[in-house]
């Protein structure tokens, strides 16, 4: 099944009914879709996590870095590659059912910009395997409430 773009305008819960928090993720994603189309002119657009493994995989080797396990079931995913002012950029989303979103920026010249970002959907949680590890620091989205996020400098190569 080909990816399908996400609408920022008219935010759809499709792929992700099943998250007990369906309607603030479906306002996250559409709030990092409006970023890509903002910032580099890039349709953000997802697939089922079912369909394409390794970007889940891939995601959970650069968590492994810190030892973290994501306990919640992937729904969906997307990866694009962004030429910006510092280089080439791989950035990898995982969408979690728990309402977790992951994403991996990868600079793929540079070592210099490489981070792993959490994004908790209004109304869940912080999930018990960053909950010692991360503090969340909080932010307006007119598309998905209150967003909070925190991250890591990723150190391995990937």
Known sequence: MPATPVDFVNVSTAGLE??????????????EARYFKNKYDITFATQPAAERPELVDYVARVLAERDITIASEPLEVTEMMVDAAEGR???TYVFYRSGLAINVLYTVDDAKKRAVGFK??????????LADKFKFARQKSKLA???RGSYFVVKGEY
Request: glycine content about 10%.
């Open 89 to 91: 950029i791989r950035w």
């Open 145 to 147: 409430g209150e967003i």
């Open 18 to 31: 099943s998250s007990p928090v369906a309607d603030a993720l479906a306002g996250l994603r559409a709030n």
């Open 120 to 129: 908790l959907s209004m109304g869940m949680d912080v999930p018990a395997e």
